[in-house]
């Protein structure tokens, strides 16, 4: 990653649905960075037409007059090679990521530019550790995914909860829950599409997971409990089913890292999605049910990418959620903290219980859209200036990992999250 690159950053898919906040949020914090950076994609017209409607939005591109425009398309590698070479670090904002992603790694590592994206697919993010990692550390470059709502809030989270922890974390238990407004939520295609096949191929998950013959993480005292597949929490007033994204497989990624790596005691993490009621958690049932069922089917994931206003109740479209949805819309993770308020020299191999709890609330604007540019960009802007505080060695980090030591929370802070003990 030399100095001599044309740009810190390029934005490649700028002028898709997610690249475009990804560009507004470059425009809003670049009056303080100063940064160098330029957009990509596969359409000139589509990309003067992004920085057209940003001016029109009323997004300053006073301390950008003129943002470069880069062709690059995911078809063509050289394209992707000449790309990378021109910058610091790539924000790739093209999925889904089991596609369109590996390509990007690839033209990354062999140009030893770094990279982030917003990836919430644990096959893509996965493989690409198993396959890249060694050609990231022998070029000094991060490549770093998940850097968007999956999965930093609860990765930053956890790190959060040991910083404010007076003792030894044992577990974590986190609820994650989401405020609309009565216009309600939106969803764009892309994000949908990318969930139907991270469903259809978990059978390619778990080879790529024995790949890596890793051996089970020891624990900090008793293994955690995990609640029912439904349950009721009283404290939140919520039913809670188990959190189907990808954070808890990030999250253990992290653990392995930070406790190979450094030897930072493992922690547990077991994650919830909240649910408002009894009839919307039998509808999610049902439908998560049949989504399922079809989504390990051609003929029926044909049938979901087809129809998604149908099986997300009209949530889902092309057009993605609309401005006064992002705006009413919040996320919070709640997570309940348990460990020990003394320390002693052999943390995995203690057996008493836990004696300390504490209380951690993570809270952002709406996750998908607003929240997920600011991640992204915050994380790349880390690895350009804070690499004296990330790995020592390059290579394919999941973010807790590559940001354990860094100012990204002070930084999400700084861009609207809030990081609190409540209790």
Not at 101 to 115: D, F, L, P, Q, R
Not at 172 to 192: A, D, E, M, N, R
């Amino acid at each position: 990653m030399g100095s001599e690159r044309e740009f810190d950053f390029i934005i490649f898919g700028a002028s898709g649905f997610t690249g475009q906040y990804v560009v507004q949020e470059m425009l809003e914090v670049n009056r303080e960075e100063g940064l160098n950076w330029a957009i990509a994609g596969r359409s000139m017209v589509k990309l003067e037409k992004v920085l057209s409607d940003m001016r029109n939005k009323g997004a300053s591109t006073q301390n950008d007059p003129e943002v470069q425009k880069i062709i690059a398309d995911i078809s063509d590698y050289q394209s992707l090679l000449l790309m990378c070479k021109r910058a610091k670090v790539i924000l790739d904002c093209v999925g889904p990521y089991r596609f369109f992603g590996e390509a990007v790694v690839k033209a990354c590592v062999e140009a030893k530019t770094s990279y982030v994206d917003i990836c919430g697919e644990p096959q893509f993010l996965e493989n690409m550790q198993l396959k890249y990692s060694d050609g990231a550390k022998q070029g000094g470059i991060y490549i770093v995914g998940a850097c968007g709502f999956d999965s930093v809030p609860s990765e930053m989270g956890v790190v959060f909860a040991e910083q404010q922890f007076d003792g030894i974390l044992n577990s974590v238990q986190c609820y994650f829950k989401t405020k609309t407004g009565k216009s309600g939520s939106g969803l764009h295609f892309g994000t949908y599409e990318s969930a139907v096949y991270g469903l259809s191929d978990t059978n390619n998950l778990i080879k790529i997971r024995k790949a890596f013959n890793n051996q089970p993480l020891p624990m900090v005292g008793p293994k955690a409990k995990p609640k029912g597949a439904v349950h009721y929490q009283s404290e939140l007033q919520k039913y809670a089913i188990p959190f189907l994204g990808a954070d808890p497989s990030v999250v253990k990624r992290s653990r392995r890292f930070l406790y190979e790596k450094d030897e930072v005691p493992p922690v547990q993490y077991i994650m919830y999605m909240c649910i408002p009621g009894f009839w919307n958690l039998f509808l999610l049932m049902f439908f998560g049910g049949l989504f399922k069922f079809l989504a390990m089917r051609s003929w029926g994931r044909k049938l979901l990418l087809n129809h998604p206003k149908f099986f997300t109740a009209g949530m889902c479209s092309h057009e993605g959620p609309t401005e006064q949805q992002l705006a009413e819309t919040s996320f919070s993770l709640t997570m309940y903290c348990e460990g020990y308020s003394n320390r002693k020299n052999d943390e995995c191999g203690r057996t008493d219980r836990p004696d300390k709890k504490m209380t951690v609330e993570v809270w952002g604007q709406e996750p998908g859209y607003v929240v997920t540019p600011r991640i992204m960009v915050q994380s790349a802007i880390v690895i350009l200036k804070e690499k004296d505080k990330l790995p020592t060695d390059g290579g394919v980090y999941p973010p807790g990992a590559a940001f354990y030591r860094t100012s990204l929370i002070d930084r999400l802070v700084k861009r609207g999250m809030k990081f609190n003990v409540i209790g």
